[in-house]
């Protein structure tokens, strides 16, 4: 088997980029998903419009919640000393 030897350099690399984009993300808040999930013949699209019909919460019912931190100190069980 033959070897090709490899000139030149590697490709650059694209630059990151240095923060978020200012372009806004689209709003498919009016989507049919129900319409949807009835019209598709692509499997994994059909089964997360399924997902997301089994799982729909209501406007009135829907919280959101997000927690990254180690919670509050005073809520932490502290062992028993001796």
């Given at each position: ?14 630059a990151?980029?240095?923060?978020p984009?200012a ?28 997902v ?13 919640y ?17």
């Amino acid at each position: 088997m033959a070897t090709v030897p490899v000139t030149g350099t590697a490709p650059a690399v694209p630059a990151e980029p240095s923060g978020p984009s200012a372009e806004p993300l689209p709003d498919f808040g009016g989507v049919d998903v129900a319409a949807l999930a009835a019209r598709t013949g692509h499997p994994a699209l059909g089964e997360v419009a399924a997902v997301l019909l089994r799982t729909w919460v209501p406007a009135e019912r829907a919280v959101a919640y997000y927690d990254d931190g180690p919670g509050d100190p005073d809520d932490r069980v502290v062992p028993a000393g001796p």
